[in-house]
């Protein structure tokens, strides 16, 4: 009986080995230079799929891509941008944390991932990943996750904080793109503090470097009004209206055109 029960569990540890042994040479298989080519090409359609805004698409040539390298980190990055575009922000979310457990100073996965998590108003998980962004020192565009998480900080109505992060941004890069956007959050904090004067300069800048914005704009005629100023603010509404017609903004400043005749 001994002899009879030795040999079943001798079987059993080799159905284990073989097993185990089938798995990691599966895994394995993954790992040649063959498929990292094949992955490769996938990921680069894939890519340019997601310029080209094409989601569906992107998504269908990344699935394949994480066929051939699964544990491929810049795969599950643009498989999070590709779900994020189909709207799937959960998806995004696991692709995301996916990218960052295969590579923790991915800085990138980061700061989208803290978008995500501000977007679905968790400021202080997204200040969290903007700051893991920021720890890497070879990041190349450590503007992005400082003004995001000046946005983060604005929206707990910490403006101290808030500035701290939008001047550093500045200081990196004062010729970001951000900065239209960063003169107008600027203007924002001191036009909730009741500071009018200070937000004007900053939104006269904003509009200044991109006079499209047409917030920007509205924003600047609302504090022209808070100072008496109907001419400037007449102005100001005028080009809301001239650039955005349809928009909320555009539909207040015609609003605000009309009480001004």
């Avoid at 063959?34 to 094409?54: D, T």
């Avoid at 108003?121 to 020192?137: M, R, V, Y």
């Avoid at 565009?141 to 998480?149: I, S």
């Avoid at 959050?185 to 300069?201: H, K, M, R, V």
């Amino acid at each position: 009986m001994l002899k009879i029960y030795l040999m079943k569990l001798n079987i059993n540890k080799f159905k284990i080995f073989a097993v185990c042994s089938v798995f990691f040479l599966c895994l394995a298989c993954t790992n040649t230079p063959w498929h990292k080519q094949q992955a490769e090409l996938f990921l680069n359609k894939g890519i340019s799929l997601i310029e080209l805004g094409q989601y569906n698409n992107a998504l269908k040539e990344l699935l394949e891509a994480e066929k051939y390298s699964p544990n491929y980190y810049k795969i599950h990055y643009f498989l999070g941008i590709a779900y994020h575009g189909k709207d799937m922000k959960e998806k995004a979310i696991e692709e995301f944390q996916e990218a960052i457990s295969l590579k923790d100073d991915y800085s990138e996965a980061h700061n989208y991932l803290g978008t995500l998590y501000l977007d679905k108003g968790l400021a202080d998980k997204a200040i969290e990943e903007f700051d893991k962004a920021l720890a890497n020192p070879v990041y190349d565009t450590p503007v992005m996750p400082l003004y995001n998480a000046g946005l983060a900080y604005y929206s707990k109505k910490d403006y101290s904080k808030a500035l701290t992060k939008f001047h550093e941004a500045l200081q990196i890069n004062p010729k970001t793109v951000y900065e239209p956007q960063i003169e107008k959050n600027i203007g924002l904090i001191y036009f909730d503090q009741s500071n009018i004067e200070e937000a004007i300069q900053h939104f006269a800048k904003s509009v200044e470097l991109n006079p499209n914005l047409y917030d920007a704009q509205f924003l600047l005629g609302e504090c022209y009004l808070k100072i008496k100023n109907k001419e400037k603010a007449k102005k100001a509404f005028q080009n809301v209206v001239k650039l955005s017609p349809q928009s909320s903004f555009g539909q207040r400043a015609k609003n605000y055109l009309q009480s001004l005749k």
